[in-house]
Structures are given as structure tokens and as C-alpha cells.
């Protein structure tokens, strides 16, 4: 069964400080992994998709890694923004797509 | 461009209450369909799936059931809510083929008191 784990489970940062999101899962057989953001009770926002044969993924201030290897992928966001402050999911895909818990990021003005 | 929409938004149902939960997806033909619930401090939880009109996968075994009837409705259902089954209930859809890429609808709160 896979096991997706992100840590640490809560991030608060000032503005303009980097964010380094990590996201570990056991099972290397993945098609792909996909970042998502949720902001409170709201649905999940699709950040990036990386997959499997991929090692990274770009979208404007987010870049996320992939080592399927190691079973690990790391979103960095850039000069991070009040506006960044959510909580952010992994979820890898087998034959279904399995979920971390997240990290809630918070980004102090 | 594809929409994805979820109703009601939220919902209070007494136990023992019947539920009917609905999604569509537009702009897409042949979705695959997923139902997610997301608990209070948990991650979200695959429940049912769908890859085709009629065609139902579950999950986990558990108060609930699905239904497709169209090619873009899901239905996630109950006869009777237990107090375990409040939460955030989420649909999403994906490509019948290519990345496997899934997109999520807006979600429904239900509180079962």
C-alpha cells in the first residue's frame, strides 16, 4: 500500500523567504506526481505535474523535483507571498492517487 | 476549457437522514470521476471511481454509494448518515487518457448532527 508523508505538517515564514515543501512515498512504481494547493474550504488548486520519467517541473515562482529512486519530490516556492499562504498536497498516482496529509504554509507579511 | 461543479455547498443532515451529493464536469466527454472525502485533519480519502457510465469502483467498504447515470454526473449517496460520514467531500475528474492529471471540484461540507 503507498504511503505518502509531507513534512513538517506546518511552515510559517516572513515574506520573501524561500519555501521548501517535501513529500516522501514508498512505493517507487508511480506514473506521476502531482502539487496541489487548498486554500480553507475551498477544493484543490492543480500546481504542477511531474511525471515519472520527469525530474523536475516549472510554473513561474514554483518548481517542483521528483526522485522516484529515493521515493522523495521537494516544491520550492520563490520569494514566497501572504498570498502563498495555503496548504499545500502531494499525492502520487499507481493505480489511484494516493495523498499526504499536507503542509500548511503561512507567509507573514 | 473544463468546469467542474459540486452542490450543494455545504449541508447539516440529521443521523439516520438520507444523502444525495452531485458533480458535473463540462467541456469534457468520457471523464474518468472520483469521490474523495477529506476529514478534520486527515488527507483526503479516495472512495469511489468511475471510468464509465454505470461503472462503479469503491474504495473502502463503508456507508456510502455511488452513481453515474451520464457521462459527466456523479452521485455519491446514502440511505441513512452515520455521524462518521460528516466532512469535506470532494469530486474530481481526469483525462480518460494521456497524464492522469485530476481536477478538483469546490467540494461539499456536510456536518451530520
Known amino acids: 500500500k503507498q504511503e505518502v508523508t509531507q513534512i513538517p505538517a506546518a511552515l510559517s515564514v516572513p515574506e520573501g523567504e524561500n519555501l521548501v515543501l517535501n513529500c516522501s512515498f514508498t512505493?517507487?512504481?508511480?506514473?506521476?506526481l502531482q502539487w496541489f494547493r487548498q486554500d480553507p474550504g475551498k477544493g484543490l488548486t492543480s500546481l504542477l505535474l511531474i511525471q515519472s520519467s520527469q525530474r523536475e517541473q516549472t510554473s513561474g515562482r514554483l518548481n517542483a523535483s521528483l526522485d522516484k529512486s529515493s521515493g522523495r519530490s521537494t516544491l520550492y516556492i520563490a520569494a514566497s507571498q501572504p498570498g502563498d499562504s495555503a496548504t499545500y498536497l502531494c499525492a502520487v498516482t499507481d493505480y489511484k492517487l494516493s495523498f499526504g496529509a499536507g503542509t500548511t504554509v503561512t507567509v507573514r507579511a | 476549457s473544463q468546469t467542474i461543479h459540486q452542490w450543494p455547498a455545504t449541508l447539516v443532515q440529521p443521523v439516520g437522514s438520507p444523502l444525495s451529493l452531485e458533480c458535473t464536469v463540462e467541456?469534457?466527454?468520457?471523464?474518468?470521476l472520483y469521490w474523495y472525502r477529506q476529514a478534520a485533519g486527515r488527507g483526503l480519502q479516495l472512495l469511489f471511481y468511475?471510468?464509465?457510465?454505470?461503472?462503479i469502483s469503491s474504495e473502502v467498504p463503508q456507508n456510502l454509494s455511488a452513481s453515474r447515470p451520464q457521462d459527466r454526473q456523479f452521485i455519491l449517496s446514502s440511505k441513512k448518515l452515520l455521524l462518521s460520514d460528516s466532512g469535506f467531500y470532494l469530486c474530481?475528474?481526469?483525462?480518460?487518457?494521456?497524464?492522469?492529471?485530476?481536477?478538483f471540484g469546490p467540494g461539499t461540507r456536510l456536518t451530520v448532527l
Open positions: 474530481a475528474w481526469s483525462p480518460l487518457a494521456g497524464l492522469n492529471e485530476q481536477f
Open positions: 512505493d517507487s512504481a508511480i506514473y506521476n
Open positions: 467541456g469534457t466527454s468520457n471523464p474518468n
Open positions: 468511475s471510468v464509465g457510465i454505470g461503472q
